[in-house]
């Protein structure tokens, strides 16, 4: 089985599909941290995001992916990434390579290998539209933009929250406006929205919600 959960920053989503992860024993892929890996690696080599060529040559020096329950891991050049690539610039940067059509192609292929028949839980923003369009689960998170600027807010340090506000709304537009595999839920999925939810309360719905699902599935 393959879950496929999308959202916005800040929506919780990550917070969720890791509990699920672990809940159900599964292979957690986070498609965002691998997106920030090959803008990271962009970054440190000066490429022209306007030059396609330059762009797909990243593909020549792809991050190391290694994915298991909770966990998605990425290295370059032997070296494990993590909070090098928590920042909102490098998710601005992300966002910017996401939005170029040959990069997103490359990137679906890139994650369909690496998963391949296996079992999975992933995320990101064009899971359920693109990545595993036949997902049998599919949830959509969402949250207000103040509620999502607020809890990026507290997760990074160094930066306002009138720019952490900001930098979300810029993100979502880009993300929403691409011209291919625009941002949006896929047509079945359900969407949770975790505005002025716990995290429990948020993961305890998600889990209804599976459960659900998983039984109309045997059906
Ligand atoms: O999930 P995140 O905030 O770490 O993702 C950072 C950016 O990467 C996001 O704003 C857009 C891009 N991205 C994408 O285009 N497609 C994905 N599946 C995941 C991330």
Partial sequence: MKIAIDGPAG?????IAKILSKELNLPYLDTGKVYRAFAYI????????????????????????????AKTEVSIGGKCLDVELKGEDTGRYASM?????????????????????????????DVGTHIFPDAPIKLFITASLEERARRRFLELSGVSFQEVLKALAERDKRDM???????????????????????????????????????????
Avoid at 11 to 15: A, H, P, R
Avoid at 114 to 122: E, I, N, R
Avoid at 183 to 211: H, M, N, W
């Fill in 11 to 15: 929506s919780g989503k990550s917070t």
């Fill in 177 to 219: 406006e691409r011209p291919i595999y625009p941002f949006k839920p896929a047509e079945d999925a359900i969407i949770v929205d975790t505005t002025g939810k716990s995290i429990e309360q948020a993961v305890e719905e998600v889990l209804r919600i599976i459960k659900g699902r998983a039984i109309k599935l045997r059906e």
């Fill in 97 to 125: 390579m996401g939005s170029i059509p040959e990069f997103r192609e490359r990137m679906v292929k890139f994650f369909r290998k690496l998963v391949g028949d296996a079992q999975v839980v992933a995320e990101g923003r």
């Fill in 42 to 69: 962009a970054k440190e080599e000066g490429i022209d995001m306007t030059n396609t060529k330059q762009v797909l040559s990243l593909f020549d020096k792809a991050p190391v992916v290694h994915i298991s329950v």
